[in-house]
């Protein structure tokens, strides 16, 4: 077998083999046989020419079987894991993990990190005191079968093909291709032993795919894998015009997500959590209501099990940034847009997200909304806060939110968070 005939037979827009998908992705996981300008050059071949459905499915598997797969079977209780593509203020799978697992279902996710205007779940953890994201697989299966869900890093050896060939696209600028997404995000899922699986694929200015109609394709290209692969998927397609709840940002994120556990929280973030759980639980089979376990205070107890098991300490005080500005209404009226991408790259440009992936990030820095779309505000009136370490940060946090305020006579008509469910 060689590379550049793979590569050409791409490039030409030719349907790969499956000798040929087994081949490359083995030995480019292994490294040494296959140069990173090899798998880029692949990978720009699949960028513009696309995967034949049955081709993508193999090159999936072929992703899976590069590592190793969990085995879950010793937990005991249905596993059924949820997916984001990403958002600003998606902070969901904090209060999801404790909530589906006090249902009575183990939630074995396998996180990352952030990047870009994005956060990433793990960042979010550890501004908790003492949690690690670290947990081998026995002490995985462990927490599993007596708490019911875990967040954690994922092993080494888990889709190592995804782990190279997603940092080569992330600087080939081949990220955002269906194929490869999908893919890419469904070998992690597959590996990580789920039975099921719950999509939240992201709409609107702040998401990966910001037009539904390619959102869609995605949730549709992604269900169709996982039911390939034996994972019972379903994917919501939810809104992400404006920041889920009102923060984004570490340690502030996490304190949102215990107001919801605690019974309060934002009603657009408490709604996609438990639209989320909902799909979840009768995806596990379990005949429970996840809005009744919420105001039962066990999805609470649940987390607090949780952080405890990775070394956390759910009662200690979060990081608080040391300088706090604000950002005014411009005008009176009804706020009608807060753009979420520009929010998202403010609580970054604040030091809440990494430009690479080596850099660390601040557990304190982010931003809150005092206003969301549809509230009424007086000109003058507080509408952001910007929390950061470094009050140097501030000029190009408030550059990104230039133009993304906008303030109306009237109030914008409520559009839904959950715009369509998609199946097999
Ligand atoms: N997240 C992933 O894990 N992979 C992608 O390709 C994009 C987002």
């Known amino acids: 077998m060689d590379a550049v005939e793979v590569i050409r037979t791409k490039r030409d827009g030719g349907r790969l083999s499956d000798e040929q998908i087994g081949w490359f992705i083995g ?3 292994e490294g040494g046989v296959i140069a990173d300008e090899q798998a880029a050059a692949l990978a720009m071949a699949i960028f513009f020419n696309g995967m034949e459905p ?4 193999t090159w999936t598997r072929a992703m899976v079987d590069s590592g190793t797969t969990l085995d879950l079977s010793g937990v005991g209780r249905p596993t059924v ?3 984001s593509t990403g958002g600003v203020g998606d902070k969901v799978s904090l209060p999801l993990v404790p909530l589906v697992a006090a249902c009575g ?3 074995p996710q396998l996180s990352g990190r952030g990047l870009g205007h994005t956060g990433g779940t793990l960042d979010k953890m550890e501004s908790i005191p003492g949690w690690s994201a670290r947990l081998e697989p026995d002490a995985m299966v462990e927490v599993l079968r007596t708490v019911g869900g875990v967040i954690a890093g994922p092993t080494e050896d888990l889709a190592p093909a995804d782990r190279r060939l997603y940092a080569l696209r992330d600087v080939t600028s081949t990220v955002d291709s269906i ?3 999908a893919s890419s995000i469904m070998s992690k899922k597959v590996a990580e032993g789920t039975d099921a699986l719950v999509l939240d694929v992201k709409v609107g200015s702040g998401a990966f795919l910001p037009e539904v109609e390619r959102a869609r394709e995605l949730a549709e290209t992604m269900v169709g894998l996982g039911e390939h692969n034996g994972v019972r998927t379903v994917a919501l397609l939810t809104a992400m015009d404006t920041v889920l709840g009102r923060t984004a940002g570490n340690a502030l994120e996490v304190a949102e997500s215990v107001e919801v556990l605690d019974g309060g929280g934002p ?3 408490v709604e996609v959590t438990l639209a989320l759980a909902g799909e979840m639980v009768a995806l596990a ?3 429970a209501d996840p809005a009744e376990v919420l105001a039962s205070g066990r999805a609470r107890e649940a987390w607090d099990a949780m952080v405890r098991a990775q070394g956390g300490d759910p009662e200690a005080p979060l990081p608080a940034a040391p300088h706090v500005e604000v950002v005014e209404a411009p005008e009176s009226g009804v706020l009608s847009r807060l753009d979420c991408r520009s929010v998202g790259v403010a609580a970054w440009r604040l030091g809440a997200g990494r430009a690479r992936k080596e850099d660390p990030v601040s557990p304190s820095a982010g931003v809150v909304c005092l206003a969301k779309p549809g509230d009424p505000v007086e000109a ?4 952001l806060e910007l929390h950061a370490d470094d009050p140097d940060r501030f000029v190009a946090a408030r550059e990104a939110l230039d133009g993304a305020v906008e303030v109306a006579d009237e109030a914008p008509p409520a559009s839904p968070l959950v715009l369509d469910r998609i199946t097999a």
């Open 179 to 181: 194929p490869l997404i």
């Open 380 to 383: 003058g009136q507080p509408l």
């Open 27 to 29: 030995r480019y996981a």
């Open 285 to 287: 089979g379990i005949d």
């Open 105 to 107: 279902a183990a939630v």
């Open 81 to 83: 894991d949820k997916h």
């Open 267 to 269: 009603p657009d973030l």
């Open 54 to 57: 049955d081709e993508l499915a």
